[in-house]
């Protein structure tokens, strides 16, 4: 199920140039979950196409696999404006498309705080859970959900960097 290409299902259609939908292979049911996508993403219609993305995909490279092997996709289709984070009732709206994608997922991977929050209900410290697999509920399914960083959150910190690094390599042993 996916967003009509003019959706108004929430306040972010007036700010967006495009819906920026899930990207890469769906059927390997390994599924990245970034917060939003920002003005990179917007203009490109794709997520994870500017810094954070190419800081994901370097890791991934280096650990033996690409984006195209994975689904990457956000909490919220639409950039918020001046790239805030996404309001509640912003990612209710489009939880309905987010589930469907997550649906038969093998694992899904949380990417920083806004999507752990929105995908396990968690509140606390990143470090707390980073790279601890536990599961939520999607509609009626348990599906293996996988905390880690944000990639903007590793820029700076080269303890989150390590951790995210940890990730991408959980994930290439999920690919095998
Ligand atoms: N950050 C995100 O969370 N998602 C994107 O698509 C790009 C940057």
């Known amino acids: 199920m996916r967003p009509d290409s003019?959706?108004?299902?929430?306040?972010?259609?007036?700010?967006?140039?495009?819906?920026?939908?899930p990207d890469g292979n769906p059927d390997t049911g390994i599924i990245f979950v970034g917060e939003a996508p920002g003005e990179n993403e917007d203009l490109e219609g794709r997520p994870f196409v500017g810094r954070s993305g190419k800081i994901l995909a370097k890791m991934m490279e280096e650990a033996g696999y690409g984006r195209s092997e994975v689904l990457i996709t956000n909490t919220v289709k639409c950039r918020p404006p001046s790239n805030r984070d996404p309001k509640p009732e912003e990612m209710a709206a489009c939880r309905q498309f987010l589930e469907s994608e997550?649906?038969?997922?093998?694992?899904?991977?949380?990417?920083?705080?806004?999507?752990?929050?929105?995908?396990?209900?968690?509140?606390g410290?990143?470090?707390?859970?980073?790279?601890?697999?536990?599961?939520?509920?999607?509609?009626?399914?348990?599906?293996?959900?996988?905390?880690?960083?944000?990639?903007a959150a590793t820029?700076?910190?080269?303890?989150?960097?390590?951790?995210?690094?940890?990730?991408i390599a959980m994930v290439a042993e999920e690919l095998r």
């Open 6 to 21: 003019d959706c108004r299902l929430c306040g972010l259609c007036e700010g967006r140039t495009q819906i920026v939908l």
């Open 102 to 123: 997550l649906y038969d997922a093998k694992l899904v991977i949380g990417l920083g705080r806004s999507a752990c929050r929105d995908l396990m209900g968690y509140e």
């Open 125 to 151: 410290k990143m470090d707390e859970v980073v790279n601890k697999i536990t599961t939520i509920r999607v509609k009626d399914r348990d599906v293996r959900f996988l905390p880690t960083y944000h990639p």
């Open 155 to 167: 820029i700076y910190n080269k303890v989150s960097r390590e951790e995210l690094r940890k990730t």
